[in-house]
């Protein structure tokens, strides 16, 4: 096994132990572990659950999933034809406030629950 394997296993093992508090905690599968987190999980991007992660994490990860998703949405309704750079403003806008709520909301619950930070998750790290 190289480094970068046991890397791996070790962020997955610490992915799965957040994921049990927050399922302790009372929290919602879907609200602990997004699609677009499990999404970047299973393309091997180490992205830390919601709950776990930095105000602006998730407002960045928040925020640019948004904006795809209102971007593909604006495209196929056909908002975006005449002024491309009121388009790209507009997205910013529809992406960047509800990110910046969703962040906040985040950042107040895991206060709440009185959660670990994510450095004080502890896995028991073997290797055979």
Known sequence: ?????AIAMVYSAKIDKALELLDAAG????????PI????????????????????GNVVVTAIYMAVAFSIVGWLLGFYTDK?????LLIFW??????????????????????????????VDRFD
């Not at 096994?1 to 394997?5: A, K, L, T, V």
């Not at 950042?107 to 998750?121: F, M, N, S, T, V």
């Open 27 to 34: 929290v919602m599968r879907w609200s602990a572990a997004p």
């Open 37 to 56: 987190y499990c999404l970047l999980w299973s393309l091997g991007i180490p992205v830390r659950p919601p709950y776990f992660a930095t105000f602006w």
């Open 94 to 123: 529809i992406a960047g406030v509800p990110a910046l709520g969703t962040a906040a909301f985040i950042r107040w619950r895991q206060h709440k629950l009185g959660l670990p930070a994510w450095e004080d998750i502890e896995v």
């Open 1 to 5: 096994m190289n480094w970068g394997d």
């Open 84 to 88: 491309p750079g009121a388009a790209v």
